[in-house]
T-cell receptor, first 116, second 112 residues
Framework: GAGVSQTPSNKVTEKGKYVELRCDPI?????LYWYRQSLGQGPEFLIY????????DSGLPNDRFFAVRPEGSVSTLKIQRTERGDSAVYLC??????????????FGEGSRLTVL | QQQVKQSPQSLIVQKGGISIINCAYE??????FPWYQQFPGKGPALLIA?????SEKKEGRFTISFNKSAKQFSLHIMDSQPGDSATYFC???????????FGTGTSLTVIP
């Protein structure tokens, strides 16, 4: 597709369950970011991939959160033992290497996670 | 700790008026300052960006003003239109480019 694709668009789960959120970036973009956006707030950085490796995972809130990008394209954000406080919109963005330094991030529409 | 402080939280402007949103930062390692526009149910989209060695950048009706000594920058939307109604986020990027720090957002409503 032409843009960043995220699935599912909505996910409702129960406290304690495991969740996977998928991001399909723009073809050829080497940089991929995961952000979390709570209601009325700006996006909060979680993790940044350059290629297959996590270049910066300092934003992951705790060890329940993990993300992979095994082939340098699609990425999956994994949340174990979900808590109600994990409820938010999870945004994925991709960029070319140059775009990383000039703000040219292309965001998906997000995956809205609700933990009951 | 909020790395980029944004104000106001919400703004209502008459059609044709000027919308002004302000941001401030402390970290001198920031090297690039983009603004993003977000419509409900959509991801943020890059609107305009500026480097700290430039005091002003204009693209159509959108202008960024940058005051490096005060560590402040602002977005001006001239001739505001109802279609500009959205949430606007300022952001700051460090030289390493690994993280983008976003402000808390400004919800703009342009009244016809």
């Amino acid at each position: 597709g032409a843009g960043v694709s995220q699935t599912p668009s909505n996910k409702v789960t129960e406290k304690g369950k495991y969740v996977e959120l998928r991001c399909d970036p723009i073809s050829g973009h080497t940089a991929l970011y995961w952000y979390r956006q709570s209601l009325g707030q700006g996006p909060e950085f979680l993790i940044y991939f350059q290629g297959t490796g996590a270049a910066d995972d300092s934003g992951l809130p705790n060890d329940r959160f993990f993300a992979v990008r095994p082939e340098g394209s699609v990425s999956t954000l994994k949340i174990q033992r979900t808590e109600r406080g994990d409820s938010a919109v999870y945004l994925c963005a991709s960029s070319s290497l140059a775009g990383v330094y000039t703000g040219e991030l292309f965001f998906g529409e997000g995956s809205r996670l609700t933990v009951l | 700790q909020q790395q980029v402080k944004q104000s106001p939280q919400s703004l209502i402007v008459q059609k044709g008026g000027i919308s002004i949103i302000n941001c401030a930062y402390e970290n001198t390692a920031f090297d690039y300052f983009p603004w993003y526009q977000q419509f409900p149910g959509k991801g943020p989209a890059l609107l305009i960006a500026i480097r700290p060695d430039v005091s002003e950048k204009k693209e159509g009706r959108f202008t960024i003003s940058f005051n490096k000594s005060a560590k402040q920058f602002s977005l001006h939307i001239m001739d505001s239109q109802p279609g500009d109604s959205a949430t606007y986020f300022c952001a700051a990027i460090p030289r390493t480019g690994n993280q983008f720090y976003f402000g808390t957002g400004t919800s703009l409503t342009v009244i016809p």
